[in-house]
């Protein structure tokens, strides 16, 4: 069983950075695969990043490639969402995710936690 907890969130204007934390619990940390997901108002949730568990592959959906960076430290058992230049486009809960293996559908992973809202005004 693994707990995730997100923090970071907040209300920036467009062109601003935010950092997004997502610690987890659990010793087997390191042998997951971590993601972020975002939901918009009336829009499902969208896969955002992931990193892989043993190489830190990193994959990224392209609306925000080259604006967002997925990392991890696993020492400190927690994964981080560096998002710059934020566009009005980003608002969105963003939610952390664990699994076995890292995809692009959100049906296969196996843990959520609840969630952080990022809001970015234009």
């Known amino acids: 069983q693994v707990q995730l907890v997100e923090s970071g969130g907040g209300l920036v204007q467009a062109g601003d950075s935010l950092r997004l934390s997502c610690a987890a619990s659990?010793?087997?940390?390191?042998?997951?695969?971590m993601g972020w997901f975002r939901q918009a108002p009336g829009k499902q949730r969208e896969f955002v990043a992931f990193?892989?568990?043993?190489?830190?592959?990193?994959y990224y959906a392209d609306s925000v490639k080259g604006r967002f960076t997925i990392s991890r430290d696993n020492a400190k058992n927690t994964v981080y969402l560096q998002m710059n230049s934020l566009k009005p486009e980003d608002t969105a809960v963003y939610y952390c995710?664990?699994?076995?293996?890292?995809?692009?559908?959100?049906?296969?992973?196996?843990?959520w936690g609840q969630g952080t809202q990022v809001t970015v005004s234009s």
């Open positions: 990193i892989s568990s043993i190489w830190g592959s990193q």
């Open positions: 659990g010793r087997t940390f390191s042998s997951y695969a």
């Open positions: 995710a664990a699994g076995s293996r890292g995809t692009k559908d959100p049906t296969v992973w196996d843990y």
